[in-house]
């Protein structure tokens, strides 16, 4: 049983570990988006953004998956499963990403920007060099939540039969009629959960360099 949850832990790794990997710079993109002094683009942002938060992310996952078929009637691979597990939970966290970063980058001073300028400092070079840095000192908080959210939610992975911990753990609780496959599910969750909220505690302390 260990054997397999251990399998299956590695299957929902891989799916936060790619999630993250691809939504966080997707989400900043989104957040310049929605800041966008072109009214077309923040429109644009900010449909994309309302429809990943309103929607299941379950749904979201059926959509990826099944939508190629439904509209353009391409054949779906099972190797084609694990890509839209990941193109799902990359576009809809990178939605949640976008307005962490929104509220960061608007929270800024604007003398930030006006003593960047003074100094020489291009407008690339002012976000890149000052206010990015402090932004992410201020969203971490809020990051840190999204990213425990995802490990548990990696476990929607189901809904298009990704075998990950927890599917695995469902079939083996089925077979062997007992709920300890899913305890032990639960368990490794959280000391999942553990590991990140410990790695993104210390990230936390190492931005508090002027405390």
């Known amino acids: 049983m260990l054997l397999q949850l251990g399998k299956g832990m590695i299957v929902s790794i891989e799916i936060f570990m790619l999630t993250l990997l691809f939504s966080l710079p997707l989400g900043l993109i989104v957040a310049f988006g929605r800041m966008s002094k072109n009214f077309i683009i923040r429109w644009i942002a900010k449909v994309y953004i309302s429809i990943m938060r309103g929607t299941p992310l379950m749904l979201q996952l059926l959509v990826v998956y099944f939508g190629p078929y439904y509209v353009f009637k391409m054949r779906i691979s099972n190797n084609y499963r694990f890509i839209a597990v990941i193109i799902a939970f990359a576009i809809n966290y990178a939605a949640y990403f976008a307005e962490i970063y929104r509220s960061g980058i608007e929270s800024m001073p ?15 070079q002012t976000f890149f060099k000052i206010i990015l840095p402090q932004v992410i000192k201020r969203i971490l908080p809020a990051v840190t939540n999204e990213i425990i959210t995802l490990v548990k939610d990696t476990s929607l992975a189901f809904a298009i039969a990704q075998a990950e911990m927890f599917t695995i753990a469902k079939q083996i609780a089925a077979a062997q009629t007992t709920i300890m496959p899913l305890m032990t599910a639960g368990v490794f969750y959280y000391i999942l959960n553990l590991v990140v909220a410990t790695v993104m505690e210390r990230v936390e302390k190492a931005c508090s360099y002027y405390r």
């Open 110 to 124: 604007v003398g930030q920007y006006e003593a960047a300028k003074v100094l020489g400092y291009g407008k690339v």
